[in-house]
DNA sequence: TAGGCTCTG
């Protein structure tokens, strides 16, 4: 390597010279697309599997609609021609564009403008590989109620089987809804639909997020998450306002998108009833369900086996490389592949994928250690960290162009796997592994852990070295271990509290939720112990049917716990107050602690201490947030996340705003009274209360369990009889989040039939 | 003494 002393210390890695070649999907030519039957296409299935192509079992339901691949050489040439989507390469995390606008208000020369740009637009939508299967596509779902379409990123399929739709007339009887997983997406794809449409958001095209809605009556196409749609359930049971549901995504398996598949299925099949028997107004449902993986079997097996329709991407050929030898410290291994690529390889930036804010900035010193070594020749190493705990400032550098000569190397958690694009990466170097968060349902304890990742999460982690031009891809761990990996992650619905699902399921009418349709099947006790805390909360009454309290509860966009609060707060008198507490907790965190100024954050933080722990504490920030208005320097000097406490505000607004309609007085506030306001936590927080015990730990009260306050809390080191929390889960301790003092006596006025209960 | 990533009319 660069420094001789250093050498004998590091050794090169060896990376495999065979590994799989990931053949090109540029589109040759539209036309050239042909239908041919029952096979998924066979460059497709390897660039996605990685091996070589298998029919797929059900062969008479699939129909291949992809394209002719042709050499990397010539798809340079031919990309020129395929308009960039500007939802792909705009920056994530800019604010809701609140613009609801509407073209019949636009002057003319506007509304001109508009159509022209269509125009230019139509010309590049021909030219998109899914262009040739339109009628293919439109046939299918005319003769069909559901469809799946298999299609890799940059096929197009988000953005153009909704105009399709529309323009085949399937949206004269309700709207046409693509529910996606994430906000910026959402927002971004309705944009360029818009666009392409000839139109303003908020007319044919509109998008549906928390906090904004563009939609209005004449919408045709909306991009809605899936939390959204979820929601909409619980004032539209058979979803009437929509004629197609396009669930996107589907191969995340989101908690919510697993309940949407249960959701519109039985409701597809109610509306279908109710024709039959004659009623009017009733028009069927389509579901179409888009997915990136061939796991395509698996949807079609549970929609009815629903034919599967494969669409090619626009992917640049990636070079898949394994080490040849296990790596045994993969920080240590990523910091030398970095190095070897910047001297080895051609321009290009490189991506890494580590598990953790401690990982990358540890990485980030040791590279700008090793780099004081680097040859001038070879240019500056530029490490850039991105994780989601930073602030906007901090993120928007990765965005910023690479100097001449030099090479930026992104540090990155998952948050690059799927929300954020990066321009510009050649090179991606993957350790294997990610933090998962996991619930034991049987103790009811969430974690979160370092694990190795899916063989799916480790295609999408290659997949990001292609998408400008061909690249590589570094994987830190031998083919075996691959192999040895799981096929896809395990499906949300599996691994976390099901409580605030299970209170949507009841409140959207089914009665039943061990005997819902899920594609995968919660865990039976992880259904019980949700069903027990909705009980112990009083959602749910003796016979597990939701009460009056549980219906109020599903209403607010919180968790069931923090929903009983809301409620009680209007009998406590401290409304105001507890709005403010929720809107803070329902952000990550919202201080930074960047680890090269650890000391000045500490310091910073301590002005806004309560000693009765976190709920006043972060109170106290927002005081002070509100006092200098929101003011950027302010947030920096102090550590906290202007970003996150925006979000705060705009959640406060919300819970006014519903707590309003539910006839509480979001004004309504105890005054300075604050014991009112922890009194009033413990309604929703009983279970996770916890005693100072005779060796200074603290003991959960329900269940026993040794918990440990985090370092991150007002509370932490501090040692007071009783506490409560709003979080606990386990890393490498029981670690409790969220934390304040309490009296123990307050807990069996807080849930007397519970406390009653268990003492009998 | 330490926080993967989303998301809620």
């Keep these: ?66 394209c002719t691949a042709v050499s990397n050489g010539d798809s340079n040439n031919k990309r020129q021609h395929i308009p960039k989507r500007k939802f792909e390469s705009q920056k994530p995390y800019s604010s809701s564009d609140r613009r609801s606008g509407n073209a019949a208000k636009q002057p003319e020369h506007v509304t001109e403008a508009l159509r022209q740009k269509a125009r230019e637009l139509a010309k590049h939508r021909k030219q998109l590989p899914i262009f040739s ?161 061939l796991d395509a079997e698996k949807f079609s097996a549970y929609f009815y086996n629903a034919k599967i329709m494969y669409i090619s991407g626009r992917m ?173 992650t395990v499906p949300e619905i599996k691994r976390c509290n099901l409580a605030s699902a299970i209170l949507a399921l009841k409140a959207s009418g089914v009665e039943d939720v061990t005997k819902f349709d899920y594609m995968d099947r919660p865990s039976k006790s992880g259904l019980l112990k949700s069903m027990e805390q909705l009980y112990a909360l009083g959602a749910l009454d003796d016979k597990g049917d939701l009460t009056e309290m549980g219906k109020k509860m599903a209403g607010f966009p919180v968790d069931p716990p923090y929903a009983k609060v809301l409620l009680q707060s209007e009998v406590m008198e401290c409304t105001k107050e507890a709005i403010e507490i929720i809107a803070l907790l329902s952000v990550d965190t919202i201080f930074t602690f960047p680890s090269n100024k650890r000391e000045e954050a500490n310091e910073a933080r301590q002005k806004f201490l309560s000693l009765d722990g976190d709920h006043l504490s972060l109170l106290n920030v927002l005081r002070g947030y509100e006092s200098v208005k929101g003011d950027r320097d302010w947030c920096r000097e102090n550590f906290i996340n202007g970003r996150h406490m925006r979000h705060v505000l705009e959640v406060r607004k919300q819970l006014i705003e519903f707590s309003e309609r539910a006839g509480i007085n979001p004004r309504t506030s105890c005054g300075h009274d604050y014991e009112i306001v922890l009194k009033c936590f413990l309604a929703g927080f009983f279970q996770n209360a916890a005693l100072l015990q005779p060796d200074s730990t603290y003991k959960a009260v329900v269940g026993g369990l040794t918990v440990n306050i985090h370092p991150s809390s007002a509370m932490f080191g501090k040692k007071r009889a009783a506490i409560m929390y709003n979080e606990l889960v386990f890393t490498t301790k029981h670690y409790i989040r969220g934390v304040s003092a309490i009296e123990a006596s307050w807990l069996a006025q807080a849930a007397p039939k519970y406390f009653g209960q268990r003492q009998a």
């Design 316 to 488: 640049y050929p990636v070079k898949v490389l394994n080490t040849i030898e296990p790596q045994s410290d993969y920080v240590d291994a990523a910091l030398v592949t970095a190095f070897q690529i910047h001297q080895e390889e051609t321009a290009g930036d490189i991506l890494i994928f580590l598990t953790g804010q401690e990982e990358i900035e540890n990485l980030e010193k040791l590279i700008e250690e090793y780099s004081v070594d680097l040859p001038t020749r070879f240019g500056k190493l530029i490490p850039c960290p991105i994780f989601a705990a930073q602030d906007s400032a901090t993120q928007q550098k990765i965005f910023e162009p690479t100097p001449a000569g030099c090479r930026k190397v992104i540090l990155a958690t998952n948050i690059a796997e799927t929300s954020i694009t990066i321009p510009n990466i050649r090179y991606v170097v993957d350790t294997g592994c990610h933090k998962s968060r996991g619930y034991n349902a049987k103790i009811g304890i969430e974690s979160l852990l370092i694990e190795p990742i899916s063989k799916s999460s480790a295609r999408q982690r290659m997949g990001r070295a292609g998408r400008e031009a061909p690249g590589l891809c570094f994987r830190l761990y031998t083919e075996d271990s691959f192999e040895q990996l799981e096929e896809d």
């Design 1 to 66: 390597m660069f420094n001789a002393a250093r050498n004998a210390k590091r050794k090169i890695i060896t990376f495999g010279d065979d590994g799989e070649t990931i053949p090109s999907l540029i589109v040759e030519d539209a036309k050239a697309s042909s239908l041919t039957e029952l096979r998924p296409d066979a460059a497709l299935n390897e660039a996605v599997t990685g091996n070589a192509p298998e029919p797929p079992s059900g062969q008479e339901k699939s129909i291949n609609l992809s």
């Design 133 to 293: 299967a339109r009628e293919t596509i439109i046939k299918e779902v005319k003769d069909n109620a559901c469809v799946i379409i298999v299609g890799e990123t940059g096929s197009g399929k988000t953005t153009q089987i909704p105009q399709y739709f529309m323009e085949a007339g399937l949206s004269a009887h309700g709207t046409i809804a693509v529910t996606q997983p994430r906000r910026v997406a959402a927002i971004n794809l309705a944009k360029r639909v818009a666009q392409e449409v000839g139109t303003t958001i908020g007319n044919q095209v509109g998008y549906s997020i928390r906090f904004d809605d563009t939609s209005s009556k004449g919408t045709k196409i909306k991009y809605m998450t899936d939390g959204i749609m979820l929601r909409e359930l619980l004032s539209d049971r058979l979803l009437l306002n929509y004629s197609v549901i396009v669930l996107d995504e589907a191969h995340e398996r989101t908690l919510r998108t697993d309940i949407l598949f249960g959701m519109v299925k039985s409701i597809q099949k109610q509306r279908a009833e109710m024709i039959e028997q004659g009623k009017k107004g009733i028009e069927p449902l389509k579901i179409v369900v888009m997915s990136a993986t």
